[in-house]
């Protein structure tokens, strides 16, 4: 049963440290999404990958994040330094075309 | 630039009713459709999806979508609804790419 895997999926972490997220992708997706998900804002595209190449991470706050597909079975997602505002549920999905599978998430909560 | 609108925020259905759950969408380019199913503490779950074929569009637990390009719309319904459609469904829209822009959900919940 192909699924996409996300790990940890649940962090608590104090401001200031760093996180990372990871993303195993379904075995061959050549497509990677991060969206993170809130109350208030409801589903953000942070950045997407296809072939690993990044094609739009328009979404993420530059300073602090950053995505990276280090291998086509690995995709990261780090915050560095950790803020309160980033608490969320952030989302890996893949997809080979138009329909996206998506990861159960990581529930991230910064304190 | 693509973008979706889901008209309601909260949708009530007692158990057994019709669910009509409104999507309009705006897109520069021949658009693919997507409803996603997010149960409480769960991942999103495709409900179905639409990509220039036939314009009725069924998917999975007796849901369908009707793309209609005159009113730009694909809403969301079913004939009967069960409790366990109790959830937030998101209407999502990829135009040229496979970027998938999420609406800001529909929270539908049934009554017994």
């Known amino acids: 049963d192909a699924r996409v895997t996300q790990t940890p999926r649940h962090k608590v972490t104090e401001m200031g440290q760093e996180v990372t997220m990871r993303c195993q992708p379904i075995l061959g997706h050549n497509t990677v999404f991060w969206y993170r998900q809130t109350m208030m804002q409801g589903l953000e595209l942070l950045a997407y990958f296809r072939n690993r190449a990044p094609l739009d991470d328009s979404g993420m706050p530059k300073d602090r994040f950053s995505a990276e597909m280090p291998d086509a079975t690995l995709a990261t997602l780090k915050i560095q330094p950790s803020e309160p505002r980033d608490s969320a549920v952030y989302f890996c999905?893949?997809?080979?075309?138009?329909?996206?599978?998506f990861g159960q998430g990581t529930r991230l909560t910064v304190v | 630039a693509q973008s979706v609108t889901q008209l309601d925020s909260h949708v009530s259905v007692s158990e057994g009713t019709p669910v009509l759950l409104r999507c309009n969408y705006s897109?520069?380019?021949?658009?693919?459709l997507f409803w996603y199913v997010q149960h409480p503490n769960k991942g999103l779950q495709l409900l179905l999806k639409?990509?220039?074929?036939?314009?009725l569009v069924k998917g999975i637990n007796g849901f369908e979508a009707e793309f209609k390009k005159s009113e730009t719309s694909f809403h969301l319904t079913k004939p009967s609804a069960h409790m366990s459609d109790a959830a937030e469904y998101f209407c999502v829209v990829s135009g040229n790419t496979d970027k998938l822009i999420f609406g800001t959900g529909t929270r539908l919940q049934v009554f017994p």
């Open positions: 897109s520069s380019y021949s658009p693919s």
């Open positions: 999905a893949s997809s080979l075309g138009f329909e996206a599978f």
């Open positions: 639409y990509t220039s074929a036939a314009t």
